[in-house]
T-cell receptor
Framework: ETGVTQSPTHLIKTRGQQVTLRCSSQSGHNTVSWYQQALGQGPQFIFQYYREEENGRGNFPPRFSGLQFPNYSSELNVNALELDDSALYLC????????????FGSGTRLTVV | EDQVTQSPEALRLQEGESSSLNCSYTVSGLRGLFWYRQDPGKGPEFLFTLYSAGEEKEKERLKATLTKKESFLHITAPKPEDSATYLCAVHGSSNTGKLIFGQGTTLQVKP
């Protein structure tokens, strides 16, 4: 059984640029959620995708967008990067809105300079 | 508004010195309370899910308990390898599957 894999592991971007982060869900999981974790803070919910459609969104602006593909992998896109976007971006997969736990990937560390 | 508060923010223990971490929460319609362990630079690792007041779960040196307002993570005779940040999260009755996380408790266990 494979876990959740994210790529790249680290990324440095310049303010104003665009970035795409990728996530492969755990085998058998059909739901993917994205979280932003600033240093020293708990993860903050960005959005969730189920069956390729957005199924809930946190307090993030529209320049944060996502996609889920038929194989349940997912992308997080961020446009017009700001310095405050620097954080660890976590992908979590589950079977539906599972009360049985969400499996997290190791994250992508994004630094905006 | 759903909210999770963890205390203390940081905890230093000697190896073998038992203690408890607290997670206070307010949520509309609790569907689950989760405990995760997070090592530096890594994603959260699932530990437990608790569903209703009075429920308890154990795993090695860890025991999680739940009341209607808070959860405790008890660590018995900790070892240095238990050093990590412990995160508490709740899943409420909304349909988004959104987890609300606390800020975490960073535990350091000294040999």
């Amino acid at each position: 059984e494979t876990g959740v894999t994210q790529s790249p592991t680290h990324l440095i971007k310049t303010r104003g640029q665009q970035v795409t982060l990728r996530c492969s869900s755990q085998s058998g999981h059909n739901t993917v959620s994205w979280y932003q974790q600033a240093l020293g803070q708990g993860p903050q919910f960005i959005f969730q995708y189920y069956r390729e459609e957005e199924n809930g969104r946190g307090n993030f602006p529209p320049r944060f967008s996502g996609l889920q593909f038929p194989n349940y992998s997912s992308e997080l896109n961020v446009n017009a990067l700001e310095l405050d976007d620097s954080a660890l971006y976590l992908c979590a997969s589950s079977i539906g809105q599972s009360e049985y736990g969400y499996t997290f990937g190791s994250g992508t560390r994004l630094t905006v300079v | 508004e759903d909210q999770v508060t963890q205390s203390p923010e940081a905890l230093r223990l000697q190896e073998g010195e038992s203690s408890s971490l607290n997670c206070s929460y307010t949520v509309s319609g609790l569907r689950g309370l989760f405990w995760y362990r997070q090592d530096p630079g890594k994603g959260p690792e699932f530990l437990f899910t608790l569903y209703s007041a009075g429920e308890e779960k154990e795993k090695e040196r860890l025991k999680a308990t739940l009341t209607k307002k808070e959860s405790f993570l008890h660590i018995t005779a900790p070892k240095p390898e238990d050093s990590a940040t412990y995160l508490c999260a709740v899943h409420g009755s909304s349909n988004t599957g959104k987890l609300i996380f606390g800020q975490g408790t960073t535990l350091q266990v000294k040999p």
